[in-house]
């Protein structure tokens, strides 16, 4: 995992400061709480394009009032005011169809939705097209 990811979360929890609901890297993927994290490719830059029926689908990883961004994560205010984390401008999601910690069932569904891998670890798949996301972490597309 990225040092520079690594030492903006120590610095965030040694200042007593929630951060994303605790944000790692899983089994190579970012997690939230142990939950994968995925993009979807039909957003725009800091504007989520899943909501309604999409968003219980993929329910969009909302920040907590206490939370704080650090190392390439901001907060975007979503059509219902609600305000989610985001990735360099990609807005972040989890499947409700992964149902235990560590599960990326979702990763390529429509070719749209995509984990975010560390940079150190290559994909199965073989990507057409890879758009550099927050320091050491890659968002694939075109599974």
Known sequence: MNKLLLAALATAFAANVAFAQAVTESNGVLAASGRTLYTFDKDAANRSNCNGGCAVA???????????????FGVITRDDGAKQ???????LYF???????????GDGVNGVW?????????SQAKPAAATQAAEGYRSYGGY
Do not use: C, E
């Open 95 to 105: 499947y409700a169809a992964d149902v235990q910690a560590g599960d990326a069932k």
């Open 114 to 122: 995509h984990v975010i891998r560390g940079a150190s670890r290559s």
């Open 58 to 72: 993929w329910p969009p990883f909302l920040m907590n009032d206490d939370d704080r961004a650090t190392a390439g």
């Open 85 to 91: 984390w985001a990735l360099n401008g990609k807005p």
